[in-house]
């Protein structure tokens, strides 16, 4: 049994294998944050080099939710040309591909005035947020819906939201961060509020069959903070509307009490899969095709392989002759198999 070199099929996206490079910033655009030759080399190398399902990294639905200054965005219709040559690169070379909308809030280095549920700041290194009223929650909620309608048009196959590593959404999810007492704070429900408005809206400008996907932080890691059966009931409100949920943990709080190990958040795709049903992704520090496979077999549905996959891009290539695999390679570099 290879599982890890099994197709996978979602709605109308259909994967070759479970191997998944998971969103990875590259700080390689401009500061109007457009596509360069370096992203299209560089994604278009991990789709020559086997992987199935490619997640572009963090791009920001508005200026001011960029991570960092080079960050790719989407936040208008200009930025749709250069990733359209992306996705068709990536297409060309056998991958699948979604992208990753996101919006980093209060950890944002590019905003004069970042943005946050609260007006709490991350570190003595950030800006004090400013709180968001109800037109600039309205606001956010309908760039993201904007970016999904230019990502269709990008030739994305699925859109992830970035609602994981202590950025926007995060901190309305998390009682660390969120201290609002209308109603987008408080209970569990209202924390979440505006992450399902954010669902709704992307959903409403997709096509029926492609899939909606979400990045979690499982565990802010943190006393006090979500835990993994809080981070299931939250998906649970968002179901019907999203297919599959990318497990990632942390980014709330600067110091994260998170233990890392081989395979260290595959524990915690597992629980979400049980407590929700919904199709998963998981990983963290997996390097190996044994532990990849043991992934995909009995943790979750897809794997992702990050940091592994930036150290060599023709990984799936070497994994599957590990596993015995007779995997196509591409016909340029057959005398090399
Ligand atoms: C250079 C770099 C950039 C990253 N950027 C993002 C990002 O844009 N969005 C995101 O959700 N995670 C991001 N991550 C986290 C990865 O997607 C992944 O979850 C993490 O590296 C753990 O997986 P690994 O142990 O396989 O590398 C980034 C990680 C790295 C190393």
Known sequence: MHTLFESFKVKGLELKNRIVMPPMCQYS???NGFVKDWHVFHYA???VGGVGFII????SVEPDGRISPNDLGIWSDRHVEGLKKLTTAIHENGAKVAIQLAHAGRKSRTADLPIAPSAIRFSEEYRVPMQMDKIRINEVTEEFSKAAERAVKAGFDA????AAHGYLINEFLSPLTNKRNDEYGGTLEKRARFFKEIVESVKSKLPIDMPLMVRVSASDYYEG???VEDVAKILNLLSGMIDVVDISGGGV???NHVKTFFGYQLDN??????????YTIGGGLITTYPLAEYAVSSKCDLVFLGRQLLRAPYWPLRAAKEASVDLEWPFQYKRAK
């Open 29 to 31: 655009s401009d500061e």
């Open 45 to 47: 190398s991990r789709a």
């Open 56 to 59: 572009v990294e963090a791009t």
């Open 159 to 162: 859109v992830e939201i970035h």
């Open 225 to 227: 903070g979500n835990e």
């Open 253 to 255: 709080m600067p110091e």
């Open 269 to 278: 795709a597992s629980k979400i899969k049980e407590m929700t049903g919904l």
